[in-house]
């Protein structure tokens, strides 16, 4: 490198985003994530010690994944390559994979390899990395906002250690915050500013764990207002207006466990918190189509008979959706999930698959010949035969054998005693019992 190139880069070092000139150089100026690189924790020994393997991390954006792997770039020493698996493809592995081998032969010196948003690599792409992780040719890193268990080959996850990095909490971000106003060479410590406490609290909270959205809102704060006698002021306005509107992490990852969490809300007869993950989805951008369908298979799976009516609520507000649309629909949303947490519950429609599973293991069965088709067969192979038309009875009930001989006397649908399921249980019992006599 020349002198010209090294000054450009230090040109180019000191015109980047604060988030990046700001970005920790060793696990000392790292912040958060104590569970896996506190003090004597596995991953922060093995960066310690350079003795690293394979790992993933796994975590929203803005948490240290890629800081964790640069830190491993300033400590190790191994050989450090980055592929980015948005830019990269099978010829850029292959390539890495020669040097690595040569490397290794001819002077001993391990190769780690970082893949950046492994997640966008496709399987035949991480299949050429599989056979080289496995003989150690590579140590590889992988960072990805995905879960790795969705989005990376099943070989390649047992070959390497998931570390999950969760988002930073308010007080971590804060320190990260101040710490970028009191540095001199990287941050703003150079600068008068002055900055309200008001400030630091609604620009950690509203960034929601992400300390990039932290540092960039900072950044904008500050490099948009004019300094007052030599010193630049950033009051709560000013930090309203730098962040605005949370973008929330909603992944794959995210869309099933937010949708586990509304529906075992509305089963748990919680209105309030199946309000808030309704809210949550629908800011996120999630389906709403989705939502309404989940709340239809709802209404059967765990309302059911005890209330017949929330079936026809969760489709009338499907029904809603596809004349009304976003964003008025969602007073139809809301109306449907409120009524299904409040609604008496009952899963016993579940009987079904226990009718389903004797199907399977019966296999092919005989319809007995009282309930055979009588208007073809009748006269001459008896079919129908004996059978008596309910109508015709007290009451339009009148007790015979419905299923098939191998099944009879077997019992699927228990009603419970909640809601309008309740009447159903005690007039099911009382034909049950003159079946019985």
């Known amino acids: 490198m020349d002198l010209f190139e090294y000054g450009r880069r230090d040109q180019i070092s000191k015109q980047a985003p604060l988030a990046a000139r700001m970005r920790p150089r060793s696990l000392e100026e790292f912040v958060g994530q104590e569970e896996i690189v506190g003090p004597g924790r596995l991953l922060r020994r093995s960066i310690e010690g350079d003795q690293l393997s394979s790992l993933i991390l796994w975590g929203p954006p803005g948490t240290g994944k890629t800081t964790l792997a640069m830190i491993v770039a300033n400590t190790t020493e191994s050989h450090f390559e980055t592929l980015s698996a948005v830019m990269a493809g099978v010829a850029d592995i292959r390539r890495i994979v020669a040097e690595a081998k040569e490397r290794r032969n001819f002077y001993g010196q391990r190769t780690i390899l970082l893949v950046d948003e492994i997640h966008r690599f496709n399987k035949a792409q991480q299949d050429a990395l599989l056979p080289h992780v496995e003989d150690g040719t590579i140590i590889f890193i992988g960072s990805t906002t995905e879960n790795p268990y969705f989005e990376v080959i099943p070989p390649l996850v047992s070959r390497s250690r998931v570390f999950q990095l969760k988002p930073l909490n308010e007080e971590e971000l804060a320190i990260i915050l101040r710490r970028a106003l009191a540095d001199e060479e990287r941050g703003y410590g150079k600068l008068k500013v002055e900055i309200e406490d008001e400030a630091i609290v609604h620009l950690v909270r509203i960034a929601g764990g992400d300390a990039r959205i932290a ?180 009451g339009h009930h009148v007790p015979q054998q419905y299923l098939p001989d191998e099944l009879a006397g077997r019992r699927y649908y228990e009603p419970s005693d909640q809601g309008y399921e309740k009447a159903i249980k005690e007039r099911l019992a009382g034909w049950r019992r003159k079946s019985a006599v």
Do not use: C
């Open 215 to 394: 540092l960039n809102a900072l950044e904008l704060a500050i490099e948009t207002t004019e300094p007052a006698e030599g010193v630049i002021h950033v009051d709560l306005a000013v930090a309203e207006e730098s962040i605005q509107r949370r973008a929330l992490v909603y992944d794959r990852e995210a869309h099933y466990n937010t949708i586990s969490a509304f529906i075992k809300s509305l089963r748990g007869s919680d209105p309030d918190a199946a309000l808030y993950w309704l809210a949550k989805m629908i800011y996120a951008g999630e389906s709403p189509r989705f939502i309404a369908r989940r709340m239809i298979i709802f209404a059967s799976e765990d309302v059911g008979n005890a209330d017949p009516q929330a079936l026809v609520v969760a489709t009338s507000a499907a029904d809603a959706l596809e004349w009304v649309g976003l964003p008025e629909a969602q007073y139809n949303l809301a109306q449907a999930a409120i009524y299904l947490a409040t609604a008496p519950k009952s899963n016993s429609t579940g009987a079904y698959f226990k009718a389903l599973g004797d199907v399977e293991r019966e296999g092919k069965v005989e319809v007995p010949d009282h309930l055979k088709d009588a208007s073809r067969d009748g006269q001459a192979l008896g079919h129908g035969a004996g059978y008596k038309y309910p109508h015709d009875y007290p």
